[in-house]
Nanobody, 115 residues
């Protein structure tokens, strides 16, 4: 069982940056993978970025070159640094932990990018 709490969302102008944080209720060292997803109004939830237990990362095409996922194992925290934000990045961003076939989700944090 893992509880996840996101923070760091907000309103930002296009071209700006935000850093999202996701704090887990237990050590993330042994969790198979953690990631960030997003869901815009009227759209399905989509993958943004993931980081595996081994530290490998993978990004959606729209995130490559602009977003960076990282982790602080000692702090049980996963981050998403988002740069060069666009209006189409507006969405609720969710933290996810995937461990032995089980998915855990945070409550989400709203990111709004004004053009």
């Amino acid at each position: 069982q893992v509880q996840l709490v996101e923070s760091g969302g907000g309103l930002v102008q296009a071209g700006g940056s935000l850093r999202l944080s996701c704090v887990a209720s237990r050590s993330i060292f042994s969790i198979n993978a953690m990631g960030w997803y997003r869901q815009a109004p009227g759209k399905e939830r989509e993958l943004v970025a993931i980081i595996t237990k081994g530290g490998n990362t993978n990004y959606a095409d729209f995130a490559k070159g602009r977003f960076t996922i990282s982790r602080d194992i000692a702090g049980n925290t996963v981050y998403l640094q988002m740069n060069s934000l666009k209006s189409e990045d507006t969405a609720v961003y969710y933290c996810n932990a995937w461990n032995f076939g089980m998915n855990y989700w945070g409550q989400g944090t709203q990111v709004t990018v004004s053009s």
